[in-house]
């Protein structure tokens, strides 16, 4: 009963915590409770950017040259949404500049990713885009891959 009660309080809390998370949703519609901010003051307070977004004419090429300079210092961009919303040009050309910390990113603008200068970069942290796929289907993308 205690185990319950606790778990009931840290998951009010962390509730609680999440609302004061900043959130901009470019789709103006989002069933979390959270503090809603333009993308503009995200992008100038943000150290985390996670970016969900589905691929619309509205939302290729969102993070671009313009949003990448409106981003703090040592900020960490992560990308888990489909690839062509950040404009990876516009990112390698940020990346020497300091201002990135890291960027993770699981999906690219063409895939498999052809552009190896950005999975290359030390500040890049690629990995394959596998959140839809079976067991089945990660053995065989590992098995192509390594030719076994």
Not at 112 to 125: A, H, S, Y
């Amino acid at each position: 009963m205690i185990k319950v009660l606790l778990a009931d309080k840290i998951s009010q809390k962390a509730v609680e915590l999440l609302k004061e998370i900043p959130e901009f949703d470019i789709l103006e519609k989002t069933d979390i409770d959270a503090k809603q901010v333009s993308l503009d003051e995200l992008l100038n307070t943000a150290d985390f950017i996670s970016i969900h977004l589905p691929l619309t004419g509205a939302t290729r090429g969102l993070i671009s040259t313009a949003e990448l300079d409106k981003m703090k210092k040592d900020v960490v961009l992560i990308d888990v949404a489909l690839g062509g919303i950040i404009d990876e040009a516009a990112l390698l050309k940020a990346l020497p500049e300091d201002k990135i910390k890291a960027v993770a990113v699981d999906v690219y603008e063409k895939e498999p990713p052809i552009n190896l200068e950005l999975i290359d970069n030390e500040k890049v942290f690629p990995a394959p885009h596998l959140g839809t796929s079976t067991g089945l289907d990660v053995i065989s993308i590992l098995k192509d891959f390594f030719n076994v």
